[in-house]
Nanobody, 120 residues
């Protein structure tokens, strides 16, 4: 399973950004997809997750400002972020909890990361 992110970049405070992550390769099932972020000098933290049943989970820091969605047919997850703040600056990593084959165990997969910088 390969994950490829897109949509990062430089945005002014108060602006919006939409991240996309497409899963490809040999995929039997995807249990959950989501986004984590890591700022310089800090640990990687959860931003948002969406499960196969459509339920979602958000970090308190982004709740109300971000929306995660998923296109199961395309194995793609999106993160719409609004009212961005300088403290949202980080490398954003796509994550998937998935099985590549019916007999494979569930594993964690990660994308390469995409930089989001919020600055004027």
């Amino acid at each position: 399973v390969q994950l490829v992110e897109s949509g990062g970049g430089l945005v002014q405070p108060g602006g919006s950004l939409r991240l996309s992550c497409a899963a490809s390769g040999t995929i039997f099932s995807i249990n959950a997809m989501g986004w984590y972020r890591q700022a310089p000098g800090k640990q990687r933290e959860l931003v948002a997750t969406i499960f196969s049943d459509g339920s979602t989970n958000y970090a308190d820091s982004v709740k109300g400002r971000s929306t995660i969605s998923r296109d199961n047919a395309k194995n793609t997850v999106y993160l719409q972020m609004n009212s961005l703040k300088p403290e949202d600056t980080a490398v954003y990593y796509c994550h998937a909890s998935a099985r590549s084959r019916s007999y494979s165990p569930t594993r964690d997969y990660w994308g390469q990361g995409t930089q989001v910088t919020v600055s004027s």
